[in-house]
C-alpha cells in the first residue's frame, strides 16, 4: 500500500505544478503580465517547469524495472496487483496508457530532454507532440482515480477508507494570485 500512496503524492504535486503552468503561461494576457515583470526570469521559469512536468510525468510510466531495480511507475504497482482488477478499471487503465502514447512524451522525453538528440537540436528532426494542458491533466486525473480505487478493489485498503489530496493549489498562493500582485506593482 505504501508504493500507492507515495505514487499518489507524486501524482499529486504533479497536478498542482500543472496547474500552475497553465495559470502562468496559459493565455497571452498572463504570459504578457510576467514579461513586463521580469522577461528572462520567467522565460527560465517556464523552460523548467516544462522539463519537470514532461520528464516527472514520463517517469510515472516507465517501466516496472530498470536492470535489476524496481521503479516506483504505474507499471510497476500494475504488475503488484495483476489479474485482480475489475474490467471497468482495466479500461480505463488502457485509456490512460492510449492518452500517454498520443502526447508523444515518451519520445520527446527520451529525444529532447534525457539525450538531447542532435539532430533535434540542429532542426534537421521534429519530434511530433500532442501536449496539451488538457492531455496532460486527463492523464493525471485518470491516475488519480486509478491510484485511489485499485487498493480498495484489490483488498489492500478497507473500502471505508478515503485518501484525499488536495490537487489545487491554494486560491490565494497560487499563480493567479502571484499574478494579480505583479500586475500591481507593474501598474505602480
Known amino acids: ?9 507524486i501524482v499529486n504535486e504533479l497536478q498542482k505544478e500543472v496547474e500552475l503552468y497553465e495559470e502562468l503561461y496559459g493565455n497571452s494576457d498572463a504570459v504578457s503580465i510576467l514579461n513586463q515583470s521580469a522577461m528572462q526570469v520567467f522565460s527560465i521559469i517556464q523552460r523548467a517547469m516544462f522539463f519537470e512536468i514532461v520528464t516527472r510525468l514520463a517517469s510515472l510510466f516507465d517501466p516496472a524495472k530498470t536492470g535489476k531495480d524496481s521503479n516506483l511507475s504505474f507499471k510497476y504497482l500494475l504488475e503488484s496487483v495483476e489479474g ?22 515518451k519520445n520527446y522525453r527520451s529525444k529532447a530532454l534525457a539525450h538531447l538528440d ?34 480498495v478493489e484489490v483488498g489492500l485498503l478497507a473500502k471505508d477508507h478515503a485518501i484525499y489530496r488536495d490537487s489545487r493549489l491554494p486560491e490565494k498562493s497560487g499563480g493567479l494570485a502571484l499574478l494579480a500582485k505583479l500586475q500591481v506593482v507593474h501598474n505602480n
Open 1 to 9: 500500500m505504501e508504493e500507492f500512496n507515495r505514487f499518489g503524492i
Open 118 to 151: 542532435l539532430k533535434h537540436y540542429l532542426g534537421k528532426k521534429n519530434l511530433a507532440t500532442n501536449i496539451s494542458y488538457e492531455s496532460v491533466s486527463n492523464i493525471l486525473s485518470n491516475l488519480e482515480i486509478l491510484i485511489r480505487s485499485i487498493p
Open 84 to 105: 485482480k482488477l475489475e474490467p471497468k478499471t482495466e479500461r480505463l487503465i488502457a485509456q490512460t496508457f492510449e492518452l500517454y502514447d498520443t502526447t508523444g512524451i
